[in-house]
Every structure is written in structure tokens, then in C-alpha cells.
T-cell receptor
Framework: AQSVSQHNHHVILSEAASLELGCNYSYGGTVNLFWYVQYPGQHLQLLLKYFSGDPLVKGIKGFEAEFIKSKFSFNLRKPSVQWSDTAEYFCAVNVRTGAGANNLFFGTGTRLTVIP | DAGVIQSPRHEVTEMGQEVTLRCKPISGHNSLFWYRQTMMRGLELLIYFNNNVPIDDSGMPEDRFSAKMPNASFSTLKIQPSEPRDSAVYFC??????????????FGDGTRLSIL
């Protein structure tokens, strides 16, 4: 069965520090990859997505992620975090088929706390 | 544009009572997903519909939970009878079915359910 692993449960950084959140998935087929962010008390919002093409994907708010197929990874990065990036970050995967199996498999999330 | 609309935003009720959560997907979206989020278990997919038809309900915890989608613009998640362990935030999400399943999901604000 497909699974998504996020290695860090809670990351604490000072403002201006660089961020990298790990995400690995366990499916050998062709996948679509997503990162969602959930700010405190809010719903999940899409940060970025990868379907095909350039494996380095740029999203909103200065975030980017790199798809490394050989490592089954899709790590999220930001060169300099801000206090407003404090949130929970979810990696998600779905299998690229034409059969309408468009459900997402979510990781358990990584809570990011940025200290001013 | 209106996003995914969920109601109520908060519900507090006594155990044993019936609870009905409602969701209006984004107009034109033809996939709808129900998730449950708790501290212990993270984000869990309960059930999803494509074109109003339930595709996968394997995440529904037990027979006390049921979901319906009578038309393209409305879905309900019902818990009867409710138990304290059902306390969680329930999110509804919608997306467009697309070739390759590459459409992102858009989430509602969630219903925070507390069962006393």
C-alpha cells in the first residue's frame, strides 16, 4: 500500500534560518506530489505541486520542492523562514492513473515553529 | 469565488446524539473528500466521491459513520450515535477529476466536533 513519511514531527527555527522538510513515499509507479500548509486554526492550503517536467517546483511564499525519483523523495525547502511560516506542513501523494482513483495519501505532517 | 463551504463550524453535543456535518463543494468540482484530523492520528481520509458516487469508504471507522452525496453540490457526513472518541476536526475537500489525477484538492474550513 502507498504510504507517505515525513521524518520530522516538529521543527523549531529562528527567523532567517533555512528550512528543509523531508518527505518520502513508497510507491513505484508514476505519482503526483503535493505540499499543503495549515496555518493555526485554518484549513489546508496548497503550497505547490509536481506532476511532470522540471523536478524543482516553485510554489507560493518562496517555497520550493525537489522531486528526486531515485530516492522517492519530495523535500520542501525555503531559504529564509519568517515568523509567519509557523504552521503545519503536509506532504501528499496520489497515483497517476486514469481510473479516477484521485484520492490523496497524506503524511502525518511536520509542525514548524519559527521564533522571531 | 466561493470555496468549499462546511457547516457548522463548531458543534458540541452529548454522546449518543446524532451529528450531521454538511459540505458544499466548489461549483464544477466533481470529486469530494471527507477527512478527519486529530492530534493522535493526523489527517485521515474517511471517504471520497467521484461524480456523486462513493469510490472508497475504507477509511470510515465503523458503521456509526455514513456519508451521502445526493447531488453535485451537497454532501453530508453523519455520525449516529456519536461517541467522545469522534471528537475531531472534520474537513471536506473538493477537486476536479482530471486525466492523470493531477488536480489539487481544495479544503473547507472544517467542522470542529466535540462530543461530551
Amino acid at each position: 500500500a502507498q504510504s507517505v513519511s515525513q521524518h520530522n514531527h516538529h521543527v523549531i527555527l529562528s527567523e532567517a534560518a533555512s528550512l528543509e522538510l523531508g518527505c518520502n513515499y513508497s510507491y513505484g509507479g508514476t505519482v503526483n506530489l503535493f505540499w499543503y500548509v495549515q496555518y493555526p486554526g485554518q484549513h489546508l492550503q496548497l503550497l505547490l505541486k509536481y506532476f511532470s517536467g522540471d523536478p524543482l517546483v516553485k510554489g507560493i511564499k518562496g517555497f520550493e520542492a525537489e522531486f528526486i525519483k531515485s530516492k522517492f523523495s519530495f523535500n520542501l525547502r525555503k531559504p529564509s523562514v519568517q515568523w509567519s511560516d509557523t504552521a503545519e506542513y503536509f506532504c501528499a501523494v496520489n497515483v497517476r492513473t486514469g481510473a479516477g482513483a484521485n484520492n490523496l495519501f497524506f503524511g502525518t505532517g511536520t509542525r514548524l515553529t519559527v521564533i522571531p | 469565488d466561493a470555496g468549499v463551504i462546511q457547516s457548522p463550524r463548531h458543534e458540541v453535543t452529548e454522546m449518543g446524539q446524532e451529528v450531521t456535518l454538511r459540505c458544499k463543494p466548489i461549483s464544477g468540482h466533481n470529486s469530494l473528500f471527507w477527512y478527519r484530523q486529530t492530534m493522535m492520528r493526523g489527517l485521515e481520509l474517511l471517504i471520497y466521491f467521484n461524480n456523486n458516487v462513493p469510490i472508497d469508504d475504507s477509511g470510515m471507522p465503523e458503521d456509526r459513520f455514513s456519508a451521502k452525496m445526493p447531488n453535485a453540490s451537497f454532501s453530508t457526513l453523519k455520525i449516529q450515535p456519536s461517541e467522545p472518541r469522534d471528537s475531531a476536526v472534520y474537513f471536506c475537500a473538493s477537486s476536479l477529476l482530471g486525466g492523470g489525477n493531477n488536480q489539487p484538492q481544495h479544503f473547507g474550513d472544517g467542522t470542529r466536533l466535540s462530543i461530551l
